[in-house]
């Protein structure tokens, strides 16, 4: 198995086919792909920020905002004629950055409630996340591939900011209240820890047929 | 500036000289360099699990041990021939782990604890930390150094685990107690976002540089 992500490719072309108007008329307005990237990065530090004020249902949806703008970076540069090596990195890098300090937040924000559990599971949705997109870059420096798992940046962020917005509903969705979030870090980081063992064993296996060819 | 690491080249060389002898009697133990890497980290998993039950100095000291047992599954993969990529990249994906699941124990233990800054400098460690390598790696995807910087991991292990060991001092070592715990998460917070904007800039100027030959 190598685990497929659940977003088809088709539905990932009809999304930036959306973005692209959007991000053509915040072209219009003076704005830089590079612009975009660090004005989105700036909203993910927001989203972090509601999260250790425990404000889950506004954290969530300012990471589905910013999660959404996050692609008219992309957008716009590619639109333009602007696509930059360095554009690319700085938008990986901050990325990373923005995800790690959203559930840094969280953890802050659980542990502000005194829940550890909370702590717990977003302390290790971190660790395991982070090492998901590190495996993949590591990967490709040796020239292999590393995209593989049950948990790329796009499905972690889309349960995180669904547990956000669940758990923050006033007197506690269904019941759960803010188990949906410890919920969703819990899947994050069970995820997460399956794609970083499916990306070592994706790695090994891609070494060993180029060894035997 | 670049931005150096404390620690010189030639002290580099003369700790893996002292490395060698151990990890050739580990091997003739019938230990596989790949072996090796896993107890490396199995014994990170128990620094972790000490600092989640607040045994600051057991895991400072776990952390020290098992920082220096990493040099020897390198050490032996080279000294036998038996060095890889796959070994190599092993080893990169569990040490960054490791680094993570360690931040995140203390991060525990301060939630245990009730004291919600360390929790917040631990996670912040954490969340800039795993970027300081991610963004290395990223570099080096494209074929562009990314080594600087002023917080490379040997560093942020030696200061993470001077911090574990001070803090858990009984009585409170010179007054401070967890204090140079915090204050050791807090400098590898800060140098890490540091270490951050450093390869972001690096990774500029080099493309900038291409572009001008």
Redesign the interface.
């Known amino acids: 198995m190598t685990g497929r992500s659940f977003v088809s490719p088709a539905t990932r072309d009809r999304v930036r086919g959306l973005a692209l108007p959007v991000a053509l008329a915040l072209g219009r307005l003076g704005l830089t792909p590079n612009a975009l990237t660090i004005l989105g990065f700036a909203g993910t530090v927001g989203a972090a920020v509601a999260a ?1 004020a425990q404000q889950w249902t506004l954290a969530g949806i300012l990471l589905l905002v910013f999660g959404i703008f996050d692609l008219f970076d992309g957008a716009l540069a590619r639109a333009t004629g602007k696509a ?3 554009g ?3 938008d ?2 901050l990325d ?2 923005g995800e ?2 959203v ?2 937040g969280v ?2 924000g ?3 409630a ?1 829940l ?1 559990v909370g ?2 599971l ?3 949705a ?3 996340a ?2 998901v ?3 993949r ?6 020239g292999l591939h590393g995209e593989v798992g049950i948990a790329p940046r796009s499905e972690r962020l889309v349960v995180l900011a669904a547990g956000l917005v669940l758990a923050g509903i006033p007197g506690g969705f269904l019941g759960f209240g803010q188990a949906w979030l410890t919920v969703a870090l819990g899947a994050i980081a069970v995820a997460s820890a399956v794609t ?1 063992i499916q ?2 064993i994706h ?2 296996r891609q ?1 060993e047929q180029g060894e035997n060819q």
């Open positions: 250790a930059s090596k360095f690319a990195f700085l990986s890098t990373r950055t790690n300090l559930l840094a953890a802050v659980f542990a502000q005194g550890t702590v717990l977003a302390v290790l971190t660790a395991f982070s090492v997109t590190y495996a870059a590591k990967a490709e420096v040796v970083v990306r070592i790695v090994k070494l």
